[in-house]
């Protein structure tokens, strides 16, 4: 791991991440989490208010320099959390061991999102939630063009952030059932496009 990466990185993605519109975007995809809950890409720790009725959190980041960070939020927190350091594509969490799964803003920056996904359904228990806030591929074919453009630019800069992913598709084909699902661009970020939703694992 560079400088850059090592050091600076986490800084800039807990300092970005902490905007007040993000901080609503979190509360409401987490507030409805329940029983053990898997947060994949934990981060610094931003979610961690927004949770109400959960009995414990994993808090899955191969970052421990983000961990640091999270530190304080976790000294807040009113139930037990453990940090797992270690990737998505790879969960160190038996079959069928976790009531929800979240995620915000996390499936750009995996490597191998496909293969994460089906780690993700293998941990989830039947009938288990998975709850995401992720930014991905427009529809507009134009903008779309853009962020395949711009993509491979801005990775280095990112974390490895990947701005032409096409979430619903990943999910769907991994073997999850979208059961709700809102998607937005903003005006004034015409890259960046959202998907927000709640899908299931029905086997």
Request: hydrophobic share 35%; glycine share 6%.
């Amino acid at each position: 791991m560079n400088f850059y990466n090592k050091y600076i990185l986490p800084k800039l993605v807990n300092y970005d991440m902490s905007d007040k519109n993000f901080g609503k975007e979190r509360s409401a995809v987490v507030e409805n989490a329940s029983g053990v809950v898997l947060e994949v890409g934990f981060g610094s720790g931003l979610n961690i208010p927004f949770y109400k009725n959960i009995s414990k959190l994993y808090g899955l980041d191969p970052s421990s320099e983000l961990y640091k960070i999270a530190n304080e939020r976790i000294k807040e927190a009113n139930f037990p959390i453990e940090h797992i350091k270690a990737s998505a594509e790879n969960i160190p969490l038996p079959n069928d061991s976790v009531d929800t799964i979240t995620s915000t803003w996390s499936m750009c920056t995996i490597p191998d999102p496909k293969l994460a996904l089906k780690e993700m359904l293998r941990v989830l228990k039947p009938g288990g939630k998975f709850m995401f806030i992720e930014h991905g591929a427009s529809p507009k074919k134009a903008i779309e063009n853009l962020q395949k453009i711009f993509t491979p630019i801005t990775k280095p800069f990112t974390g490895g952030c990947h701005m032409d992913r096409k979430i619903d598709e990943l999910i769907t084909n991994a073997g999850f059932e979208i059961i709700s699902m809102k998607n937005s661009g903003e005006k004034y970020k015409p890259l960046y496009y959202l998907y927000k939703g709640v899908a299931v694992k029905n086997i």
